[in-house]
């Protein structure tokens, strides 16, 4: 398992950015896919955004395409989300996971390292 440390959440307006980081312990970083999900108060954890272990290949929850972009620095051991043009239906706990395998999955309950969360907040 790897140990994973979110940064960057904040409150921001509507219409604006925000880049999370999530920083990996460990040096097998590279061998393990990478996601962000949030949950945001009275729902489920959703799936945002993916990266595959290579960073060749990402995915998407519709809400959030051409709006957010998630890459890695496997030379780093970090992870990030960049989210534009925010909405307030983003507001949420934006939690980042990572799995042990070469594929995304977009049911939280495979990935088996999780963060403590950031909280994002957009104001209308």
């Known amino acids: 398992q790897v140990q994973l440390v979110e940064s960057g959440g904040g409150l921001v307006q509507a219409g604006g950015s925000l880049r999370l980081s999530c920083a990996a312990s460990?040096?097998?970083?590279?061998?393990?896919?990478m996601g962000w999900f949030r949950q945001a108060p009275g729902k489920e954890r959703e799936f945002v955004a993916g990266v595959t272990w290579t960073g060749g290949n990402t995915f998407y929850a519709d809400s959030v395409k051409g709006r957010f972009t998630i890459s890695r620095d496997n030379g780093k051991n970090t992870a990030y989300l960049q989210m534009n043009s925010l909405k307030p239906e983003d507001t949420a706990v934006y939690y980042c996971a990572a799995n042990k395998d070469t594929i995304v999955e977009i049911t939280p309950m495979f990935w088996g390292s999780w963060g403590q969360g950031t909280q994002v907040t957009v104001s209308s």
């Open positions: 460990g040096r097998t970083f590279s061998s393990y896919s």
